[in-house]
């Protein structure tokens, strides 16, 4: 049996962490977002959360292109530009877990039945390339706020910040009955369970975009084929308890 791996940077931190969450809460968290007035979408941003491990605010800036091939086929990466990510550095996202890629086909669906910010040409299913993959209830973009922050080494940073979108989440969570719930549960929910099945810092790293003392995330090769299988067999072992309707 695999040993569990500690995830380095979430160590000897006095922040209260988000919980990770289990099955049976993740279940929850699924449910409430399917009794939504808007469920395609809600369910699709909570498997961006918890099987890509996407911030709040990258789930909001992410574009059709970005996640549809020209032919209209989905794709099985992302890349998020630097100026919305952390680090401040571009990063890959990845798409392999069935449950997230039936979500976001389900969305698409709508967007394209329900003519969302459409396109004339038949290329990205008719979507506009560059409209944003989640719409707000009123069919448009959620805004941003640029915000400021003091990083590690003392200096002022800004960041861009969806308050929006991590507020009806946040509430989901609440819902859900999930103690001390944020969007970040999604993360570290998805790392703990990685760790836990014996995935490497090396693939971590990738997944979670972090840097690590003695590798950097801009040197290290993915390992497609790895990330492909830890991805696709991340919720298989509760795969009945996953599944939910939406009404």
């Not at 049976?24 to 449910?31: A, D």
């Not at 918890?50 to 091939?69: H, M």
């Not at 040197?219 to 830890?230: E, F, L, N, P, S």
Request: net charge positive.
């Amino acid at each position: 049996m695999p040993r569990p791996r500690a995830i380095r940077r979430l160590r000897g931190s006095s922040k209260k962490k988000a919980p990770v969450l289990t099955p049976k809460q993740l279940k929850g968290l699924l449910f409430v977002a399917g009794q939504t007035r808007n469920p395609e979408r809600n369910t699709l941003i909570v498997w961006l959360l918890f099987a890509a491990g996407f911030r709040i605010t990258e789930v909001a800036v992410i574009e059709i292109k970005d996640v549809l091939w020209k032919s209209g086929k989905l794709k099985n990466n992302v890349i998020i530009p630097a100026k919305y990510c952390k680090n401040n550095k571009a990063g890959h996202v990845f798409f392999h877990h069935k449950k997230l890629l039936a979500a976001l086909e389900s969305y698409i669906k709508y967007r394209v039945d329900n003519r969302l910010m459409m396109d004339d040409g038949d290329n990205y299913r008719g979507l506009r390339k560059d409209s944003k993959v989640i719409l707000s209830e009123n069919k448009r973009p959620y805004s941003l706020k640029q915000k400021k922050r003091t990083n590690k080494e003392g200096k002022e940073e800004i960041y861009w910040a969806c308050d929006t979108l991590q507020t009806m989440a946040t509430k989901w969570g609440r819902e859900a009955g999930i103690e001390r719930f944020t969007t970040h549960s999604g993360r570290r929910t998805m790392a703990t369970r990685v760790a836990r099945s014996g995935g490497n810092d090396e693939l971590l790293c990738m997944l979670l975009r972090h840097e690590s003392d003695t590798m950097p995330y801009e040197y290290i090769d993915a390992d497609v084929a790895g990330i492909r299988r830890t991805l696709e067999a991340l919720y298989t072992i509760d795969e009945d308890e996953l599944d939910t309707e939406v009404v």
